[in-house]
């Protein structure tokens, strides 16, 4: 099955600096990485997402870039907010299409902490 | 989006006995899923949930411990069965919205087993 490696595990910043998130998955099948954002005692929360058909994908302050041939994508956030320290988490979906071979793995999660 | 509600949000329980969680979203979906997530841990997947058939375990969970029912397409329930502490964690029902085809999680329900 597929296999999601997410580094760091924790990540400290100072406000107005960026952090970069990595993820690596080893099934060349998978075609949809999505990020979530998980605020302490909160539901994670889907902040971007990524399909294999693109390389680079931009929301204001996040960014997503995926590379499909070394398997790897990432996350970057750039002038970085005491409200973006939370746990982030990678994933990546199985299956050609949304059918029942479709669901997602995730990785590890990196606790980012944003210091004022 | 969908908006994913779950019930109750949090119990306390006695070993041996058994509990019922209950998903509900605001539309219609394809997919449903249950996770688990210890305490500053991952997300680990149970088991997605069918509409019309039984649900899909992922390997370490099994049906007569995670039975779940799927009646509808905006329902799902998850009991866990016989528990003992190592139940304890934070259960989450999650679906896959078709029209965005993007996945949303509900609020969890933080199970704790004496």
């Known amino acids: 099955g597929e296999n999601v490696e997410q580094h760091p595990s924790t990540l400290s910043v100072q406000e107005g600096d960026s952090a970069v998130i990595k993820c690596t998955y080893s099934?060349?099948?998978?075609?949809?990485f999505p990020w979530y954002k998980q605020e302490l005692g909160k539901r994670p929360q889907l902040i971007i997402d990524?399909?294999?058909?693109?390389g680079e994908k931009k929301d204001q302050r996040i960014a997503v870039t995926l590379n499909k041939t070394a398997k790897h994508f990432s996350l970057h956030i750039t002038e970085t907010q005491p409200e973006d320290s939370a746990v982030y988490f990678c994933a990546a979906s199985i299956g050609p299409s949304w059918g029942s071979n479709y669901k997602l793995t995730f990785g590890k999660g990196t606790l980012l902490t944003v210091n004022p | 989006s969908a908006v994913i509600s779950q019930k109750p949000s949090r119990d306390i329980c006695q070993r041996g006995t058994s509990l019922t969680i209950q998903c509900q979203v605001d539309s219609q979906v394809t997919m449903m899923f249950w996770y688990r997530q210890q305490p500053g841990q991952s997300l680990t997947l149970i088991a997605t949930a069918n509409q019309g058939s039984e649900a899909t375990y992922e390997s370490g969970f099994v049906i007569d411990k995670f039975p779940i029912s799927r009646p509808n397409l905006t329902f799902s329930t998850l009991t866990v069965s016989n528990m003992s502490p190592e139940d304890s964690s934070i259960y989450l029902c999650s679906a896959l919205a078709p029209s965005v085809h993007e996945q949303f999680f509900g609020p969890g329900t933080r199970l704790t087993v004496l």
């Open positions: 099934d060349s099948a998978s075609n949809y």
């Open positions: 990524i399909r294999s058909n693109v």
